[in-house]
């Protein structure tokens, strides 16, 4: 059995079954891209839920695993050479899944990078962008009286559905045929804007039908259903 004592954030979330890959989440958009690519993959995990109400992520515990203080979070206690890994960030840990299963990223270098590109564009723009709209349309933002930060946000979020558009115009998928960590890393920042933000009137997703499809197609996956709800919210 695999021990993963060495690891502080284990006394704070004691595993039950150490052997399995532990997830440290919430569903959030960035934290269903890996319960997603988990539920996807067949991968036996653990998870456990981290309680951002309640400054879980603020802990010295949590805070040895991601200083940053954010979810998710993962320890694979069989990493590379057969060691335990923690790592964070929702794209690293994306691209690490994948790598290891052999899946959802192809192997081509050429498509690799091409594959990539959009999960970092995912990572720096449209959940940066699409946070925003949430903070200034359905959270503390939208009292504010001045609506030109909100203006702001929201124009750079339609100019970025149009990126999507344009790209998913002739294909299923951001890749074409094959599904990828590309389309987990964007769909869960998608879903939450027009569903739980209530962003879509404002943003004009109606004007992307394109983008609302290809949202169609991946809802529509086993996995990512399961995924989406992944730990279970307090």
């Known amino acids: 059995m695999a021990d993963l004592s060495a690891f502080p954030v284990t006394r704070q979330f004691p595993p039950q079954h150490p052997d399995r890959l532990q997830l440290y989440s ?4 960035n934290g269903v891209k890996v319960s997603i690519l988990l539920e996807e993959l067949g991968l036996p995990y653990e998870v456990h839920l981290v309680d951002i109400s309640k400054d879980e992520t603020w802990t010295p515990e949590f805070l040895s695993l991601n200083p940053n203080g954010k979810i998710p979070a993962i320890i694979d ?5 057969g060691k335990p890994l923690p790592l964070f960030e929702s794209g690293a840990i994306l691209v690490y899944l994948a790598e290891k299963a052999g899946r959802f ?4 270098p050429a498509a690799r990078y091409e ?10 723009a449209i ?10 349309h359905k959270y503390a933002g939208r009292e504010f009286e001045d609506k030109r930060p909100r203006d702001r946000y929201v124009a750079e979020s339609r100019r970025l559905l149009g990126v999507l558009e344009g790209r998913l ?4 998928w951001i890749m074409g045929d094959d599904y990828t960590i ?4 964007i769909l869960g920042w998608v879903r939450n804007l027009v569903e739980h933000y209530g962003a879509g009137e404002l943003v004009g997703y109606a004007d992307f039908p394109h983008v609302a499809a290809w949202l169609a197609r991946g809802l529509a996956r086993p996995a990512v259903q ?3 709800n992944i730990p279970a919210r307090p």
């Open 26 to 29: 919430l569903p959030t958009p």
């Open 77 to 81: 206690p069989d990493g590379p050479g």
């Open 105 to 108: 990223l192809p192997t081509d």
């Open 115 to 124: 594959t990539l590109q959009w999960v970092f564009f995912q990572m720096a």
């Open 127 to 136: 959940g940066p962008m699409f946070g925003q709209v949430g903070f200034f």
């Open 169 to 172: 115009k002739d294909r299923a």
């Open 182 to 185: 590309a389309d987990i890393a």
């Open 226 to 228: 399961r995924g989406l």
